[in-house]
């Protein structure tokens, strides 16, 4: 990415909020990006293009709590509500060492775009503390979570803004969420955040939600392509919440997983790993790295000859230097913000398909959202009824950005963002400006 502030379609700096570095905006710098290769095709909204370019509201919370041994320490927090337009803000919470307030931007960004692509009545928000969880105990992070939780207390809320897990957060935590809010509202207030336990509101179906969108998504764009799931050659990027239950859906469908990397290792086996055996060496040890399979490096990992490629961890992983080198037909993106526009424009040139991650991985929220209406509703569906409406909701989102990439000629990202940036700005044009 340039060092520079981006410009926009007039040739214009954008007006950047005065809490960021113009010099290195981070994965906000994408997003922008990706504003302004949308707007064109944004016709008379474009008008309006000016209210995605900036987050609605964004808090900096300091998390101090005490730790096991006696001493005091201090963690940075954040919540972005990016858009509120089209509903309350929506979007998950990550620990991880690396969050800064850029990402969690980009990240809230991409919530609102997701949320609209899949028109699911949420605007887009996320949340983060950096802190790397593992380094935690279990009271700890009891701790961590509960004061975060206090301290953004008062924007989230079930007609608010909804939190949900993401990178280290899990049910657990969520639970621990919902308890704080409720102590401090005076009411059990299940509707709060999303990903709970099914003893506190939680969904079926929401664990693997959004490994199983990747699925859909992934298959409906394969078929478009002409490719057979049925002995396809997949490679997986992250073992978590999202990577593990894609990799497990593909093998099930008959694809050999031949590639995962985790935060700890790459493993490779070109006659397909035994999914569900890494999935139980990994619940026990918190990664695949031991796992009997050959070991190679990183660098191979991006080369490995493969049909479909599924980055399922962090931002800026597919990038100008390792985007010549894949050799997948078909990338779908399970993470937020794998693909950095540089490779984007490579793996365009090279006739390499993305499913960009704002349909790709919306699967997890679309359940979210059945949660929540589960938890205002008091009514609790089964699991076969989640799964039929979240098939249903991806494929008709999926098959109308195909429809609108047709049509101009774009991206499935610009395409995506044409459908999703169009109802956000619709919804902000009809309530107007307030005052
Ligand atoms: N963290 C997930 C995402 O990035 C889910 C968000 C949610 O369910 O609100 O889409």
Not at 251 to 276: I, W
């Amino acid at each position: 990415m340039s060092s520079a502030a981006p410009t926009n379609i007039a040739g214009q700096k954008h007006a950047l909020p005065s809490y960021l570095n113009a010099d290195n905006l981070g994965p906000w710098g994408i997003y922008l990006q990706q504003v302004d290769r949308v707007t064109p095709y944004l016709g008379s909204l474009a008008r309006w293009v000016e209210t995605l370019k900036r987050p609605k509201r964004a808090m900096i919370v300091d998390v101090p709590i005490e730790l096991d041994n006696g001493t005091i320490a201090h963690y940075e927090g954040y919540r972005v509500q990016h858009n509120l337009s089209r509903g309350p803000g929506k979007g998950g919470v990550r620990f991880h060492q690396d969050v800064t307030l850029s990402e969690v931007m980009a990240l809230s960004a991409w919530m609102s775009v997701k949320n609209a692509a899949v028109n699911v009545p949420y605007g887009g928000a996320k949340g983060g503390i950096r802190v790397d969880p593992r380094t935690l105990s279990h009271a700890e992070l009891e701790r961590l979570t509960r004061r975060y939780t206090s301290e953004i207390n008062i924007i989230i809320g079930p007609s608010k803004d909804i939190p949900a897990p993401d990178v280290n957060t899990n049910a657990q935590v969520m639970a621990w969420m919902m308890d704080t809010y409720s102590m401090n509202s005076g009411s059990t207030a299940t509707g709060v955040v999303t990903g709970k336990p099914i003893s506190l509101g939680g969904s079926l179906g929401r664990h693997e939600a959004t490994g199983r969108g990747v699925f859909v998504v992934g298959s409906e764009a394969a078929r478009n392509i002409g490719l057979e799931i049925k002995g396809a050659r997949v490679a997986v990027q992250g073992f978590g919440n999202v990577g593990a239950v894609a990799a497990k859906l593909f093998h099930e469908a008959g694809a050999k997983v031949v590639a995962v990397q985790d935060h700890r290792v790459s493993l490779y086996n070109p006659a397909g790993l035994d999914v569900p055996a890494m999935m139980e060496y990994a619940s026990h040890s918190g990664t695949i790295d031991g796992f009997q399979a050959e070991v190679i490096s990183s660098e191979q990992f991006w080369q490995v000859d493969c049909d479909i490629l599924i980055p399922a961890a962090l931002e800026g992983q597919i990038t100008a230097k390792n985007a010549p080198q894949i050799q997948a037909k078909l990338v779908i993106e399970g993470a937020n913000g794998p693909t950095t526009p540089e490779a984007d424009d490579i793996l365009r040139e090279r006739n390499i398909l993305v499913a960009p991650d704002v349909i790709a991985n919306a699967g997890g929220v679309t359940v979210s959202y059945f949660e929540w209406v589960q938890d205002f509703s008091s009514f609790f569906w089964t699991e076969e009824e989640i799964n039929d409406r979240l098939v249903r909701i991806m494929q008709e989102a999926f098959r109308a950005i195909w429809q609108v990439a047709q049509d101009n000629k774009v991206t499935l990202r610009t395409a995506a963002f044409i459908v999703a940036c169009s109802r956000i700005l619709q919804a902000r044009e009809m309530r107007g400006l307030y005052p």
